[in-house]
Every structure is written in structure tokens, then in C-alpha cells.
């Protein structure tokens, strides 16, 4: 299957340059935020229903004065729109507390507020029940309906530090403001003004925690931590297949078949790593944050790993050629630029420093390098294909029509999904789709895992695994007579053949160079070897295909 050269032009940069997305970061659900002056901390998560938020404080004793009373005020907004609870600025975000109205007419949704009193500092770090109900919420009034006096309530009774629960599945935005409070006698309380330093009169944690019907996990959290959990049991039975291939034909590996090993294990550590990170979130509320950077790098490499392989076998590396050369470099190039540049994007997102210039630069570096990628592979493919053609080798040559059949399969249903997508997620006013926003995600590694599958059907190791290795002196004599042939026509170009008798001795002529070419045939299954040690050792089998030329000269010349 042939593709025009534009059309392909349009396809990779159409998947590559437009696809590329900043990666959502798992929602946390425990935060520890240090206070010692008049703040208001925004909190952001998707909740299920029934999620209960709990809020306590601790601190030294010592580090807080007992002429301070304190006033906690807490609001707790849902709306149906995504966009409006995770886009919107802390310094806007912070103007919505206390707000009964929506930002737009059609993001709708419902709120719910409170305040607590703390006298001094032992009774704000006591822990104790705030309330003898939750508070009940109310739908948020537009600006064309007057405010709505209906409130719902909750039936559950608060435990001790619950503040709030979530009364359905939404996005959800919690503010929170603690206010210090002067007491200048038993009556007289004020408040703190911006010119005081606080810093020596109090300093407390803030503990906010969202637990709900699955522990600390979000709905928008779930199913890719399911499906995390799925792939990884999937790169697991890749895993033991291809060992189970590679132990009954290790006499016959190919050198790419190490290549094929490699990913499939970094694919299953990199599955198995976001997995473990969701489950923490899930049970602990928090992840470690060493752990967190070393499954962002450890993605990383195997990215940097699978566009290499999908490169070398494009190639035609020890199938069509023995070796890649010049090319080894530049490979090795893209590599590093791709893994520096996606370790970089995946440490500053997961450590919330990507944002503005960083992010551009980062989305912009990993978009051209992925088009560049892409635009190398089917020109490789396109040329692998047609040397294969002139050759007239069938069995490579269907390998090869299969791989580049898969690879524009892929780009057409990538081309299908960011259409979906850019209409779903981004081209809309609110984002109502919030659920589905892990396909995004997952999308991307299913696919790859999908192209990793057909490579490792493809090349899987045989009895056969020989037919598609590279032989040298026989692909290198259909090398020279392709060479040869348009020569000869050049040089003949334009002069009358003069008619010639049939000779007698045709036939035995024809049959004599048969004889010969089983002959060589056979010489080439009798001395070049087809060990393993082939594969572990390419320096050694370089000199030995030289030492094999040299010696079919000699015998040629002889």
C-alpha cells in the first residue's frame, strides 16, 4: 500500500504537531498547608458523591500566641463545567468565596458555605465536631433567574473534623479562609491589619483531606488507574510470550528481537510504576514525590526507546541491512533530544513549575521532534519497500507491507480521535466530558501498545527467524546486479541488438546456472553461522563476514 508523499507530509504533521498535550497530573486528595497570617487556599478535585472533607489544624503550642481567636470561613462550589473549576486562576478563584451566582449563564451548579469560630489556639487545635449537621447547598442563580432561597440537605451526621460533603459526582472547588483575630480584653476582639507581623504571634498546618465511597481516589482518577492496572497485566502476558519464543528459537534471535525484549519490559516497569503511584493516591491520599519523578523519567526512556525501535525497524535494520552505520548517530541523537526534553516536560509538570514560556518550549521541542520521527519513519519504510521490491524477496517484503499497513492504520485512527477530541475537550465552552478525559491518556499508550503487538507478531522468533535476517553475500549480489542492470541499459541505450542464433547448448547453459546458484546457496547455509552468539556478539560477526567474503573470493578466483 503506497501513500502519496504529501499526503503523508499531512498525515504526520497533522498527528504529531497537533496531538501533543501538556499530561494531566492524579489528583491528590490530602494537602498540608503551612498558615501564620490571613490566607485563603483554593482546593481543586473532582468528587463523588457523599465525599466527606475534613479539615484540621496542628501546630506548637509555643508557636502560637493565646491572645489569638481565629474565624475559619469555608465555601464548597460544584458546577458542571470542568473548565471552570481546574482553568480558572487562584486570584480569581479566591473572588468566587461567599458567591451565589454562576460565572456564566449556562455553567450551573450548586454551593454550600460555612464559618467556625476558635476562641484560642487550643480550641482551633482540638479536634472536635464542628457541626450537628452539614450544611445544606443551593443551586447557584444566573442573571436571569432572582436568587434561589431553595436548599437541600444532607442526612448524614458530621464526624469529628468534617466540614463538608459532596452531595454528587462533579468537579469541585473548595476555598478556604482563616482569619486572625485580636483580643484586646475578654469582649473586645479585632481584627488582624496587613501591617502587623503575625510571624511571631502564630505559625499552624492546615490538614485538608477528601475521603470518599473509594477512599481518596476522584472519579476523573479511576478508571486510569483500572486501566494502568489492565495494561500492566497486558505488557506481562507480552512479556512472557516473547520470553516463551525467545527460549524455544535462542539458537536463531535476530538482533532486533533484543530491541523488541527491551521495550516490553521498560513498558511493563512504566505501567507497573503509574499504577503503584494511583494506588498510593488512592489509600494514602498523597504520593511520594521522588516516586512520582522516577515513573515521569522511566516513561520517558521507554518513549525515547519505542520511536527508536519503530525507526529501526523502518530501516530495515538486520533484515535488510547489517548494520545501520552513519545512521547509528543521528538515531542516537533523536533519542537523547526526545528523553531530555520529555524528562524535562514530565519533572516540571508533576512538580507544578509547567506553565507559560517552560511549557510552550517543552510542547513545542517534543511536537517537532515527534513530526520529524514520524516523517524519517515512512520515508525509511518507503525506501525499504521499494529495495525489497527490486529484489523480488516476497517474504520481507510482505513483512514490511504488514508494518507499514499498520503504521497508517494508526495515523488514521489518531487523525479520527483528535478530531474527537479538539471537539469534545477544546472546542467547547464548558466541558461537560470531564469522565471521559482519561481516554486522552490512555488513547496514545494503547495505541503504541497495539503497533508493539503487530512488531512483535511480525518478528516474533522462529524456526524461521532466519528467512528475515539480513544474508550478506546474497543480498549483496542483488545489490550489485541492481547496480549493474541500469548501467548496462545506459551504455546500450540507443544501439540495434544485432538478431543472434539460438545456441544448442542453451538449456545446459541455463541449467549450469542453477547448479551454480544452488551451490551457493548451499555454501551460504553451510558457513555462515546462525547462533545466538551472532546476536550478543555483532563486532565478532563483522569480522567473520569479512573473513567469509574473502574466502568466496578466493574460491571464486580459484
Given at each position: 500500500?503506497?501513500?502519496?508523499d504529501?499526503?503523508?507530509?499531512?498525515?504526520?504533521?497533522?498527528?504529531?504537531?497537533?496531538?501533543?498535550?501538556?499530561?494531566?497530573?492524579?489528583?491528590?486528595s490530602?494537602w498540608n498547608?503551612?498558615?501564620?497570617?490571613?490566607?485563603e487556599?483554593?482546593?481543586?478535585?473532582?468528587?463523588?458523591?457523599?465525599?466527606t472533607?475534613?479539615?484540621?489544624?496542628?501546630?506548637?503550642?509555643?508557636?502560637?500566641d493565646?491572645?489569638?481567636?481565629?474565624?475559619?470561613?469555608?465555601?464548597?462550589?460544584?458546577?458542571?463545567c470542568?473548565?471552570?473549576?481546574?482553568?480558572?486562576?487562584?486570584?480569581?478563584?479566591?473572588?468566587?468565596?461567599?458567591?451565589?451566582?454562576?460565572?456564566?449563564?449556562e455553567?450551573?451548579?450548586?454551593?454550600?458555605q460555612?464559618y467556625?469560630y476558635f476562641?484560642?489556639?487550643s480550641?482551633l487545635?482540638?479536634?472536635?465536631?464542628?457541626?450537628?449537621?452539614?450544611?445544606?447547598y443551593?443551586?447557584?442563580?444566573?442573571s436571569k433567574?432572582?436568587?434561589?432561597?431553595?436548599s437541600?440537605?444532607?442526612?448524614?451526621?458530621?464526624?469529628?473534623?468534617a466540614?463538608?460533603?459532596?452531595?454528587?459526582?462533579?468537579?469541585y472547588?473548595?476555598?478556604v479562609?482563616?482569619q486572625p483575630l485580636?483580643?484586646?480584653?475578654?469582649?473586645?476582639?479585632?481584627?488582624?491589619?496587613?501591617?502587623e507581623d503575625?510571624?511571631?504571634?502564630?505559625?499552624l498546618?492546615?490538614?485538608?483531606?477528601?475521603?470518599?465511597p473509594?477512599?481518596?481516589?476522584?472519579?476523573?482518577?479511576?478508571?486510569?488507574?483500572?486501566?494502568?492496572?489492565?495494561?500492566c497485566?497486558?505488557?506481562?502476558?507480552?512479556g512472557?510470550?516473547?520470553?516463551?519464543w525467545?527460549?524455544?528459537y535462542?539458537?536463531d534471535?535476530?538482533r532486533?528481537?533484543?530491541?523488541i525484549?527491551?521495550v516490553i519490559?521498560?513498558?511493563?516497569?512504566?505501567?507497573?510504576?503509574?499504577?503503584?503511584?494511583?494506588?498510593?493516591?488512592?489509600y494514602?491520599?498523597?504520593?511520594?514525590?521522588?516516586?512520582?519523578i522516577f515513573?515521569?523519567?522511566?516513561?520517558?526512556?521507554?518513549?525515547?526507546?519505542?520511536?527508536?525501535?519503530?525507526l529501526i525497524?523502518?530501516?530495515?535494520?538486520?533484515i535488510v541491512?547489517p548494520?545501520?552505520g552513519?545512521t547509528?548517530?543521528?538515531?542516537?541523537?533523536?533519542?537523547?533530544?526526545?528523553?531530555?526534553?520529555?524528562?524535562?516536560?514530565?519533572?516540571?509538570?508533576?512538580?507544578?513549575?509547567?506553565y507559560?514560556?517552560?511549557?510552550?518550549v517543552?510542547n513545542?521541542?517534543?511536537s517537532?521532534i515527534?513530526s520529524?520521527?514520524?516523517?524519517?519513519?515512512?520515508?525509511s519504510?518507503s525506501?525499504?519497500?521499494?529495495?525489497?521490491k527490486?529484489?523480488?524477496?516476497?517474504?520481507?517484503?510482505?513483512?514490511?507491507?504488514?508494518?507499514?499497513?499498520?503504521?497508517?492504520?494508526?495515523?488514521?485512527?489518531?487523525?479520527?480521535?483528535?478530531?474527537?477530541?479538539?471537539?469534545?475537550?477544546?472546542m467547547?465552552?464548558?466541558?461537560?466530558?470531564?469522565r471521559?478525559?482519561?481516554?486522552?491518556?490512555?488513547?496514545?499508550?494503547?495505541?503504541f501498545?497495539t503497533i508493539?503487538?503487530?512488531?512483535?507478531?511480525?518478528?516474533?522468533?522462529?524456526?524461521?527467524s532466519?528467512?528475515?535476517?539480513?544474508?550478506?553475500l546474497?543480498?549483496?549480489?542483488?545489490e550489485?546486479?541492481?547496480?549493474?542492470e541500469?548501467?548496462?541499459?545506459?551504455?546500450?541505450?540507443?544501439?540495434?541488438m544485432?538478431?543472434?542464433?539460438?545456441e544448442?547448448?542453451?538449456?545446459?547453459?541455463?541449467q549450469?546456472?542453477?547448479?551454480k546458484?544452488?551451490?551457493?546457496?548451499?555454501?551460504?547455509?553451510?558457513n555462515?553461522?546462525?547462533?545466538?552468539?551472532d546476536?550478543?556478539?555483532?563486532?565478532?560477526?563483522?569480522?567473520?563476514?569479512?573473513?567469509?567474503?574473502t574466502?568466496?573470493?578466493?574460491?571464486k578466483m580459484?
Amino acid at each position: 500500500m503506497k501513500m502519496p508523499d504529501a499526503t503523508l507530509r499531512l498525515l504526520c504533521s497533522l498527528v504529531f504537531i497537533s496531538i501533543f498535550r501538556a499530561g494531566i497530573a492524579a489528583e491528590v486528595s490530602l494537602w498540608n498547608v503551612e498558615i501564620n497570617s490571613t490566607q485563603e487556599v483554593v482546593f481543586r478535585k473532582t468528587l463523588y458523591a457523599n465525599t466527606t472533607i475534613y479539615m484540621k489544624f496542628q501546630s506548637n503550642s509555643a508557636t502560637c500566641d493565646d491572645s489569638l481567636a481565629f474565624n475559619v470561613s469555608w465555601y464548597l462550589r460544584s458546577s458542571i463545567c470542568y473548565n471552570e473549576v481546574f482553568n480558572t486562576p487562584d486570584k480569581n478563584a479566591r473572588i468566587m468565596l461567599g458567591m451565589g451566582n454562576t460565572v456564566k449563564d449556562e455553567w450551573s451548579g450548586f454551593y454550600s458555605q460555612g464559618y467556625m469560630y476558635f476562641e484560642n489556639c487550643s480550641a482551633l487545635f482540638l479536634p472536635r465536631v464542628y457541626y450537628s449537621d452539614f450544611s445544606p447547598y443551593q443551586p447557584l442563580s444566573d442573571s436571569k433567574s432572582n436568587p434561589s432561597n431553595l436548599s437541600m440537605s444532607l442526612p448524614d451526621k458530621p464526624d469529628i473534623n468534617a466540614v463538608a460533603k459532596a452531595w454528587s459526582d462533579s468537579p469541585y472547588l473548595f476555598i478556604v479562609k482563616v482569619q486572625p483575630l485580636l483580643r484586646g480584653d475578654l469582649t473586645v476582639v479585632r481584627l488582624v491589619t496587613e501591617e502587623e507581623d503575625m510571624d511571631d504571634l502564630f505559625r499552624l498546618t492546615m490538614t485538608v483531606e477528601m475521603k470518599g465511597p473509594r477512599e481518596y481516589s476522584s472519579p476523573a482518577d479511576w478508571p486510569l488507574m483500572m486501566f494502568f492496572m489492565v495494561m500492566c497485566i497486558v505488557y506481562v502476558l507480552f512479556g512472557a510470550l516473547w520470553l516463551f519464543w525467545s527460549a524455544c528459537y535462542w539458537r536463531d534471535l535476530l538482533r532486533i528481537q533484543f530491541w523488541i525484549g527491551a521495550v516490553i519490559i521498560l513498558g511493563m516497569l512504566e505501567k507497573a510504576v503509574f499504577y503503584s503511584e494511583y494506588q498510593s493516591i488512592r489509600y494514602k491520599g498523597d504520593y511520594v514525590q521522588g516516586a512520582v519523578i522516577f515513573a515521569e523519567l522511566l516513561s520517558a526512556l521507554k518513549r525515547s526507546l519505542a520511536r527508536i525501535l519503530v525507526l529501526i525497524v523502518s530501516l530495515g535494520y538486520g533484515i535488510v541491512k547489517p548494520r545501520l552505520g552513519t545512521t547509528v548517530h543521528r538515531l542516537a541523537a533523536v533519542g537523547i533530544l526526545y528523553l531530555v526534553f520529555s524528562s524535562v516536560e514530565g519533572v516540571l509538570r508533576v512538580t507544578g513549575g509547567f506553565y507559560g514560556t517552560v511549557a510552550l518550549v517543552a510542547n513545542l521541542s517534543l511536537s517537532l521532534i515527534d513530526s520529524c520521527v514520524m516523517w524519517w519513519i515512512f520515508i525509511s519504510l518507503s525506501q525499504t519497500t521499494r529495495l525489497l521490491k527490486l529484489r523480488r524477496n516476497v517474504v520481507k517484503l510482505s513483512l514490511y507491507q504488514h508494518f507499514t499497513n499498520t503504521l497508517i492504520f494508526s495515523v488514521l485512527a489518531s487523525i479520527i480521535f483528535i478530531i474527537w477530541t479538539t471537539k469534545v475537550f477544546k472546542m467547547v465552552d464548558c466541558q461537560t466530558g470531564w469522565r471521559d478525559l482519561w481516554v486522552d491518556d490512555a488513547f496514545w499508550r494503547l495505541l503504541f501498545s497495539t503497533i508493539l503487538l503487530v512488531i512483535m507478531v511480525l518478528l516474533r522468533p522462529s524456526a524461521n527467524s532466519q528467512r528475515f535476517s539480513h544474508s550478506p553475500l546474497i543480498d549483496e549480489d542483488e545489490e550489485e546486479d541492481e547496480a549493474k542492470e541500469p548501467m548496462l541499459n545506459e551504455a546500450f541505450e540507443g544501439m540495434k541488438m544485432r538478431g543472434s542464433k539460438p545456441e544448442s547448448n542453451g538449456a545446459s547453459a541455463a541449467q549450469k546456472l542453477l547448479n551454480k546458484e544452488d551451490e551457493d546457496l548451499k555454501w551460504v547455509e553451510e558457513n555462515i553461522p546462525t547462533t545466538v552468539a551472532d546476536v550478543a556478539l555483532p563486532v565478532m560477526l563483522d569480522e567473520e563476514e569479512e573473513i567469509l567474503k574473502t574466502k568466496m573470493e578466493r574460491s571464486k578466483m580459484e
